[in-house]
């Protein structure tokens, strides 16, 4: 197996439930091919898949992160959901440290923790539910339940193993 590995952080059930709905919602219909997800890592080699699996397991084996959905962002032709959690942050720079040599430019560029809710639309419609979504928002808390391992298969990605964070 080649295929690119990816690093997502699970939502609570409700919240899942929530941001799937908005990405369902908002989302060209050809193009969502995936649920809603909070991606940490969009390409590690295959050739570290041990490595991670190890380091994956270490990380969840501590209290459930807290974070904020603290607003929103616009992505040009799309919409996403600002997340905003110091410890998932510190989580994903020890991940990101343990793997600097075989992170991709895009990996290593800086994390900007987001849930996308659509994209690939025309800058106008993204503007439009940019001010639509900004009327009523409110942050709210997020809940994470743990860190999953995938594998992209040109397109659909293929669930390898989750991990629950240890409950407060």
């Not at 799937?20 to 219909?29: C, G």
């Not at 989580?91 to 990101?96: M, N, S, T």
């Not at 849930?115 to 997020?142: C, H, M, S, W, Y």
Request: aromatic residues 8%; hydrophobic residues 40%.
């Amino acid at each position: 197996m080649n295929e690119p590995l990816i690093v997502t952080a699970d939502f609570a059930p409700a919240d899942h439930a929530f941001l799937d709905a908005e990405r369902r919602a908002h989302f060209p219909p050809e193009r969502n091919i995936l649920p809603a997800h909070l991606t940490l890592f969009h390409a590690l080699p295959p050739s570290v898949e041990p490595e991670l699996r190890r380091r994956l397991a270490e990380a969840a084996d501590r209290p459930v992160p807290r974070a904020t959905l603290a607003g929103l962002r616009s992505l040009g032709g799309g919409v996403a959901y600002v997340v905003m959690s110091d410890e998932l942050d510190d989580l994903r720079a020890e991940l990101a440290d343990g793997f600097k040599g075989c992170l991709t430019a895009q990996d290593a560029a800086g994390w900007r923790a987001h849930v996308t809710i659509q994209n690939k639309v025309d800058p106008r419609v993204a503007r439009d539910l940019l001010a639509d979504k900004e009327r009523g928002f409110r942050p709210r808390p997020l809940g994470l339940k743990g860190l999953a391992l995938h594998r992209y298969q040109g397109g659909p990605w293929a669930t390898v193993q989750r991990w629950s964070f240890r409950q407060r």
